[in-house]
Structures are given as structure tokens and as C-alpha cells.
């Protein structure tokens, strides 16, 4: 590895601050424990906003929260192009500071490939991590194939036309990368999110929330407009209304531009008693919530985004012992296997079928829960991901 400790990675990431995007602080600290000098760009927020500092030997450079955008092309037009605009300002100072290498560009959006071009000619490789579909995401956020989602379309294929090498979350984005995106399949490796089982240890439920209800159901993850949050307000409707299962608690965590509609439409229903909004949690919170919970529940509607997509709240909960509950999608199935039950696509009153069947079997649901964390051990973790991460920079060294 001696070769590798003169290699620098500048990881660019937009709508995540960094450490707390999760995906990208593995990827870092994984190629720094490699021999690899890394910096970071990524936007300020929650809490993360020093322009500059060096956390565990990984050094990042923060820019300004751009305003976010939910809804227009105009409002997207404003929030990229800041941070378009951040991006080439910090990377000339990690160039000057720092040097690198290796752009590694984390989308959305498919636009980290402008600055690639812009240091190509000096050397620089291309890497490309595929987060997420740009083009179903827009897709399911407008419900229509309209000019933004021709637009993304296009910036899709000149992002993989740039890219030297690009990692995929699952198989069914590498195949995209080789179909849609015309890369060779030599030029793709699958990197899957997933949690570092050191870091999500099983430990004893906690009694404040255990005191909650007999049954304590667990979500964490964005609150946004295509988690599907409206359907497991539904579905928790019918559970407590429609089939008495009145001792159940719904524990919520995360943020996102959707949840005060989240919960007006809980107090409306009059579910405020079985529901607790928790806010983002991290670390030894997040843990004491969810080692508390028995089941895990991961609303996201089927829709062509959310079907070829990897949840990663799926696999925390696999991680931590807990059968999970989601609509019937093709990556969720690949995640979890018999970990999970799974209910018809984007029904509600199904998805809380499943919830009370596991409520009236929890014998079968801890089966479950064991059959997931062994999944995960077995061949799912982070541990499993990484010599695929480094393979792919040593494609890019080598291209």
C-alpha cells in the first residue's frame, strides 16, 4: 500500500453535510484507512458549519447551506447553481492546500462532472458515486416525465460520458450505468450502503420508550415527499382504528421538508397519543430508539425510483435484529429477503396487515429479525463493500 499514501481524493457531495451523510464518511474514512489523503466538499448544516476542519484525519471544506429546493425548476436552478458555484471556488483552494487526484462526485445532482472537466486535462480521474436515479427521482417528485426529467435524462449520460469508473449502490443502478449510461461493465463496481456493525451494536431496549406501548415501531430517514410517510399515517390509522391495535407507538426519526405536513395530518386523525416525533438523531441516541423498537417499518411507495433503490434505514434495522415492514419492491426484496415482510405496492391498508400480523406473531418476527442480522453479517455489511471501493480506485489509477 506504500504507492497509495501519495494518492489524494477531493469527494465533492451536495445535499448532505459531511460527516453526516453517512454513505460518504464511510467511503472517506475507508480510503483514508487505505493510505489515501482525503478532503471533502460538502455543504454546512445541522449543526456542521465550520468552513473548514479536519475530523479523524479526513479534512472538509464546508460551503454555505444553499436555500433548498422542493419544488420548480427555478428553485433547483438556484440551489444547484450555488453550490456549482461553491464547488470550483473550494476545489482551487484544496488544489492550492491539499492537491487530489481523484474527483469523486456524489450526485444528486449529475452535475459534479463540470468540475471534472475542468481538472481533466491536468490529470485528474473521474469517479462517479450513484446515489440516486436523478431522472425517476424527478419522476416521482412531479409524478410525469416532463422537460426536467428530459433535462436530468441528459445530464445523466454526460455524467457517465466523464466518468473514468463509477460505483453503483445495487445491480439494478450498475445496470443502468452500463445500459443508460454506456460505461463498460469492467468500469462498474456495486459499493452498497451499508452500516459498520461495530457502530450499530445491540443493546438492551431502553425503558422510557419501552414504557411507550407494547409495541413500539421504528422509522428513520428523510420525512420528504417520496418517503411514503402519508401511507404509514394511513396504515397506522387503520392498525389503531380499523383492527384495534391500539398498544403500538410510532417512533419517528429524522427531518425533512415534509414534516410539519406529516404531522398536521397525525393531529388530524387524532393519532398525536401514538406517534413521537423525534427529530434527527445520531449515534448513541439513534441506537437507544431503535434497539427499543420490535419492528422496523419503511413506507417508501413503489415508483420507478424507490423499486431500484437500496433504503438504508432497511439495513440499520436488519443490523439491529428488527423484522421490517415495507412495500414490495425489487431492491427492498434484495436487501432483506425473509427479513421482511412485504405489502401490495402503495397500499396502505395491506401495509397494516403486515404490521398486525407481526404484532400477533412475535415469535416469528424475531426469526426475522435473526435472519437479517445474519444477512448482514453474512454478506451485507460495510466490511463486505470495501475491497469493492478500493478496486474501483484502482480502475481509475489505472485508466
Not at 7 to 35: M, Y
Not at 386 to 393: G, K, R, T
Amino acid at each position: 500500500m506504500a504507492e497509495n499514501r501519495a494518492r489524494k481524493v477531493l469527494i465533492v457531495v451536495e445535499n448532505l453535510p459531511v460527516p453526516l451523510d453517512r454513505r460518504v464518511w464511510l467511503e472517506a474514512t475507508t480510503l483514508r484507512d487505505a493510505g489515501y489523503e482525503v478532503s471533502v466538499i460538502s455543504p454546512m448544516g445541522r449543526g456542521w458549519d465550520k468552513p473548514f476542519e479536519e475530523i479523524d484525519g479526513v479534512h472538509i471544506y464546508r460551503h454555505p447551506e444553499p436555500p433548498e429546493a422542493h419544488s420548480g425548476a427555478i428553485a433547483y436552478a438556484r440551489e444547484w447553481g450555488q453550490a456549482i458555484w461553491h464547488w470550483f471556488r473550494l476545489a482551487r483552494r484544496v488544489r492550492r492546500e491539499r492537491g487530489f487526484d481523484v474527483i469523486h462526485g456524489c450526485n444528486p445532482p449529475d452535475l459534479v462532472f463540470l468540475l471534472a472537466l475542468r481538472y481533466r486535462l491536468a490529470g485528474v480521474k473521474y469517479l462517479f458515486d450513484h446515489h440516486d436515479v436523478c431522472p425517476e427521482l424527478f419522476e416521482a417528485k412531479f409524478a410525469k416525465k416532463g422537460l426536467l426529467y428530459r433535462i436530468m435524462r441528459i445530464w445523466e449520460r454526460m455524467t457517465f460520458a466523464a466518468a473514468h469508473v463509477s460505483i453503483a449502490t445495487n445491480e439494478s443502478f450498475r445496470e443502468i450505468a452500463i445500459r443508460r449510461g454506456r460505461m463498460a461493465p469492467e468500469d462498474v463496481f456495486v459499493v452498497r450502503s451499508a452500516p459498520r456493525i461495530e457502530k450499530f451494536e445491540l443493546r438492551p431496549p431502553d425503558p422510557e420508550w419501552r414504557a411507550k406501548a407494547g409495541t413500539l415501531l421504528g422509522y428513520v430517514g428523510v420525512i420528504g415527499q417520496q418517503e411514503g410517510m402519508d401511507l404509514l399515517v394511513e396504515a397506522a390509522d387503520i392498525l389503531i382504528r380499523e383492527m384495534g391495535k391500539t398498544d403500538v407507538h410510532f417512533a419517528i426519526v429524522g427531518f425533512g421538508p415534509h414534516l410539519p405536513e406529516v404531522k398536521n395530518d397525525v393531529k388530524r386523525r387524532g393519532l398525536e397519543p401514538y406517534f413521537t416525533f423525534t427529530g434527527p438523531l445520531y449515534g448513541e441516541d439513534l441506537l437507544k430508539v431503535l434497539n427499543s423498537c420490535d419492528i422496523g417499518v419503511s413506507p417508501d411507495p413503489k415508483n420507478p425510483m424507490n423499486d431500484i433503490s437500496t433504503m438504508n434505514k432497511v439495513m440499520e434495522y436488519m443490523t439491529l435484529e428488527k423484522p421490517v415492514v415495507q412495500f414490495d419492491l425489487k431492491e427492498g426484496r434484495a436487501s432483506a429477503g425473509e427479513a421482511s415482510l412485504y405489502a401490495r405496492a402503495n397500499d396502505p391498508r395491506d401495509f397494516a396487515a403486515k404490521i398486525a400480523w407481526l404484532i400477533d406473531n412475535p415469535e416469528e418476527g424475531r426469526k426475522m429479525g435473526r435472519h437479517g442480522r445474519r444477512r448482514v453479517l453474512e454478506k451485507l455489511s460495510w466490511d463486505h463493500s470495501v475491497p469493492h471501493l478500493l478496486a474501483a480506485y484502482e480502475r481509475a489509477f489505472d485508466k
